[in-house]
């Protein structure tokens, strides 16, 4: 079975500083590991993803996130927040089983303080 | 393109009404997803669809709950008898065929409030 884990479901950082937000796996197989953001009143939009061909992922809006196999571990991190940041971030999983299914962590709200 | 549409974008009915959430996924998608999103329980998968079959149903809740998909570009989600619980944003994904790497690409979902 798959699954991940987000640490902090809230994360308040100032405006500028770096953004860090926690996602841990659970895979017997190797992963596909995706970020999502969703926005007030929005469904939730693909920052980037994990698929093996590069451990360190850049993704829209200058995300990043680096796929750690010894940790199962897929940070999502920012240099630089930006009030257009604040917003819920999903961390999900999926394993080549042909089903095209994720499974998706509990969400972490991001607050940027100006 | 478009992106996954889905109608209404809110709902309000009384308890024990029908109440139809509809969803048009990207064209040339093979894959629908329905999912729930609460406070309490966070975003769960509820139903998905391979080339308009239903292959796991697993997390409709219970059998007032029903999902169809009669064409590749249209889908419904149906709540009958309704009920305040029951209230929650309602979304829609769509993916490719392509390997478990394909991403979902989600609607701007249905905000349902059951009085």
């Known amino acids: 079975a798959q699954s991940v884990t987000q640490l902090g479901s809230h994360v308040s950082v100032s405006e500028g500083a770096l953004v860090l937000l926690r996602c841990n796996y659970s895979?017997?197989?190797?992963?596909?590991l995706f970020w999502y953001v969703q926005y007030p009143n929005q469904g939730l939009q693909l920052l980037l993803k994990?698929?093996?061909?590069?451990?360190l992922v850049k993704g829209i809006n200058g995300f990043e996130a680096e796929f750690k196999k010894s940790e199962t571990s897929f940070h999502l991190t920012k240099p630089s927040a930006h009030m257009s940041d604040a917003a819920e971030y999903f961390c999900?999983?999926?394993?080549?089983?042909?089903?095209?299914?994720?499974?998706f962590g509990t969400g972490t709200r991001l607050t940027v303080i100006p | 393109d478009a992106g996954v549409i889905q109608s209404p974008r809110h709902e309000v009915t009384e308890m024990g009404q029908e109440v139809t959430l509809r969803c048009k996924p990207i064209?040339?998608?093979?894959?629908l997803f329905w999912y729930r999103q609460t406070m309490m329980r966070g975003l769960e998968l509820l139903i998905y669809?391979?080339?308009?079959?239903?292959?796991?149903d697993s997390g409709m809740p219970e059998d007032r709950f029903s999902a169809k998909m009669p064409n590749a570009s249209f889908s419904t989600l149906k709540i009958q008898p309704s009920e305040p619980r029951d209230s929650a944003v309602y979304f829609c994904?769509?993916?490719?065929?392509?390997?478990?790497?394909?991403?979902?690409?989600f609607g701007d979902g249905t905000r349902l409030s059951i009085l």
């Open positions: 669809f391979n080339n308009n079959v239903p292959i796991d």
């Open positions: 999900a999983v999926s394993t080549p089983t042909g089903a095209n299914n994720l499974f």
């Open positions: 994904a769509s993916s490719r065929t392509g390997g478990d790497n394909q991403p979902q690409h």
């Open positions: 064209s040339g998608h093979d894959y």
């Open positions: 994990y698929t093996s061909a590069a451990t």
């Open positions: 895979s017997s197989v190797p992963p596909y």
